[in-house]
């Protein structure tokens, strides 16, 4: 008897199993982590805010006394850092504290242009403005009719002590009423009005020749 072989299926041998990569659960929001980053921006903005404080001021126009570069109910933002690195100079617009109210309950901060400075002859007589005998190119001052001056009309200034007037002449309390102002009491320099938005600008500077 003649045995009939048995046919074996050829199978193919199996391929190897790709091993399937490791899956990571995603990493858990830290409520921790946002507190620290939130306390850490925080920071950063206080730190920011007190700079740009100790850098400037806003100042609020109030009255008449500096049209038509000012008008009432306008901001300015004010520069403290100019006069820490450098000095008041000629036609500068400066805020400041003015003598002669320091007592007062009602003591407010001032702003005037810079006429003149330590060692300048100031001489002010019908409606003109002689600075070491040099008369004044004043294009910004607001006047129908000739400023007037009472008090302190021809002064040489001492150290430290500087000239400050307003550009509407005839509605400006300043030096020709309460005299020269120490450098002790200028706060700082004007350089830009930013409200309202119709008004929004750089303050030009008058500069005066030495």
């Known amino acids: 008897m003649t045995a009939t072989p048995t046919t074996l299926d050829s199978a193919q041998p199996e391929a190897p199993a790709l091993p399937l990569e490791e899956i990571r659960p995603r990493p858990s929001l830290s409520l921790r982590g946002v507190f620290t980053n939130l306390v850490?921006?925080?920071?950063?903005?206080?730190?920011?805010?007190?700079?740009?404080?100790?850098?400037?001021?806003?100042f609020f126009i109030d009255g008449r006394s500096m049209v038509p570069t000012f008008v009432d109910n306008q901001y300015v933002l004010v520069s403290r850092v100019h006069y820490l690195f450098g000095e008041p100079a000629h036609g500068d617009?400066?805020?400041?504290?003015?003598?002669?109210?320091?007592?007062?309950?009602?003591?407010?901060?001032?702003?005037?242009?810079?006429?003149?400075?330590?060692?300048?002859?100031?001489v002010i007589s019908e409606g003109t403005v002689m600075v070491n005998g040099v008369l004044l190119d004043e294009p910004y001052i607001n006047?129908?009719?000739?400023?007037?001056?009472?008090?302190h009309c021809d002064i040489v200034l001492e150290a430290n002590q500087y000239f400050l007037m307003g550009d509407n002449r005839n509605h400006s309390n300043d030096s020709r009423a309460?005299?020269?102002?120490?450098?002790?009491?200028?706060?700082g320099e004007a350089l830009l009005r930013y409200w309202p938005l119709n008004a929004i600008g750089s303050v030009v500077r008058y500069g005066y020749p030495e």
């Open 40 to 58: 850490d921006w925080l920071v950063l903005a206080a730190l920011v805010f007190t700079l740009v404080n100790l850098a400037t001021m806003r």
């Open 93 to 122: 617009i400066v805020v400041f504290d003015a003598p002669g109210d320091d007592n007062s309950r009602n003591n407010p901060l001032l702003i005037k242009r810079l006429i003149g400075m330590p060692g300048d002859h100031i």
């Open 143 to 151: 006047t129908d009719t000739p400023f007037t001056c009472s008090r």
């Open 178 to 187: 309460f005299g020269p102002v120490d450098r002790s009491r200028i706060v």
